[in-house]
């Protein structure tokens, strides 16, 4: 007797699934992701219980015809890389494929979808992973994914989701993320049918970050920039007397992916020097631009950092562009010796 078999799809797409579907969180990263990737100007996100009951993610972007759309639910199937010469350039979120194959592969889902050039739109009904209905409509340009009852068919995985608050408070800060990282991008936040956050109508990153924080205000946050031929890294950060005892305000993006690194967020607060009291963090959005040949991102899509071709180069200007909005900060005298 032979002992060794291959595993048939449908058990190694479930077991894939535990990569991309970490939580609710991470299934509203991949379809935000998604939005924007297909230039979306406007993003609404609406989630129920904690995103277990129910997550939606419309948008206006390009939109898929019928004929992509069915192809969007197969397993590596991506209209973002042809090559793996095209990571090298890549300028989008999505290069996998493999987001909407596995979500729709342990979840009831609607994907509807209205194509550039379409006029009607698709509604395609999938039950884990298998579309079970087709449904034309009348629609504006843009998609609409929505997604009922998360792992309902891997029962034991879907009682490692955290409780309705916790998997809740995780979409919440998946969202500032996206409202601070993307700012030329509507969004709207429901969450069990309040209005949490709605973009609409603020103008600039500062408005959005005091919306994020209503415990601040405009005169504390500090405007800085510093630009070379490689990189541009620029945002605000607050005075040396706002603070939070811990590093939930330090927002640092990469390219737009929010990223999660000691080494970026020690840099930063080196750029406070001593005005910062130990275990005093600043609340901070950061924003890092570079060449993406100087970055790598081809990294497990749940991990939180990236690698750089010249990490010192982007550390010292971090530090540095902090340094400087916090000296020039007019009436606000304070001492900051070197390190
Ligand atoms: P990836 O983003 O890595 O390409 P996904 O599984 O997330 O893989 O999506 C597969 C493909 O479906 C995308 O490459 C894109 O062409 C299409 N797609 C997914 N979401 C959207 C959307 N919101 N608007 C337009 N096209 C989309
Ligand atoms: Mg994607």
Same mark, same amino acid.
């Given at each position: ?174 969202? $500032? ?83 999660? $690194? ?26 890092? $631009? ?11 899509? $749940? ?37």
């Amino acid at each position: 007797m032979i002992r060794i078999h291959e595993l048939p799809g449908e058990v190694v797409r479930k077991i894939a699934a535990g990569e991309v579907v970490t939580g609710c969180y991470s299934v509203l990263k991949e379809l935000v992701e998604n939005s924007i990737d297909a230039g979306a100007s406007f993003v609404e996100i609406e989630i129920r219980s904690g995103g277990k009951e129910y997550i939606k993610v419309r948008d206006n972007g390009t939109g898929m015809t019928l004929e992509e759309a069915r192809l969007s639910l197969k397993p590596h199937t991506t209209s973002k890389i042809a090559t793996i010469e095209d990571l090298d350039s890549l300028s989008t979120f999505g290069f996998r494929g493999e987001a909407l194959s596995t979500i729709a592969s342990v979840s009831r889902m609607l994907l509807s979808t209205v194509g550039v050039e379409d006029t009607l739109g698709v509604t395609l009904e999938v039950t884990a992973g298998e579309v079970i209905g087709e449904k034309f409509f009348n629609g504006a340009r843009g998609t609409t994914v929505e997604v009922f009852d998360l792992l309902f068919n891997t029962p034991a995985r879907r009682k490692f989701l955290k409780s309705v608050s916790i998997e809740g408070r995780m979409v919440t800060e998946m969202m $500032q993320r996206f409202i601070l990282s993307f700012h030329s991008v509507d969004f709207l936040y429901i969450r069990d049918g309040q209005k949490v956050y709605d973009t609409r109508g603020l103008t600039g990153i500062e408005d959005r970050v005091l919306m994020i924080y209503p415990e601040l205000s405009r005169r504390d946050l500090l405007p800085f920039k510093e630009e070379t031929r490689e990189m541009r890294i620029e945002g605000l950060v607050t005075l040396p007397v706002r603070t939070k005892r811990n590093r939930m305000g330090e927002n640092i993006f990469v390219n737009g992916r929010y990223v999660r $690194q000691f080494e970026l967020n020690y840099a930063l607060e080196r750029g406070y020097g001593e005005a910062l009291e130990k275990g005093n963090f600043p609340f901070a959005v950061v924003f890092i $631009q570079i060449d993406p040949v100087e970055v790598d991102v081809n990294i497990h899509p $749940q991990k939180l950092e990236v690698k750089f071709a010249s990490p010192a180069t982007i550390l010292e200007g971090l530090k540095r562009a902090v340094r400087s909005a916090i000296r020039n900060a007019g009436s606000f005298s304070i001492d900051i010796r070197p390190p």
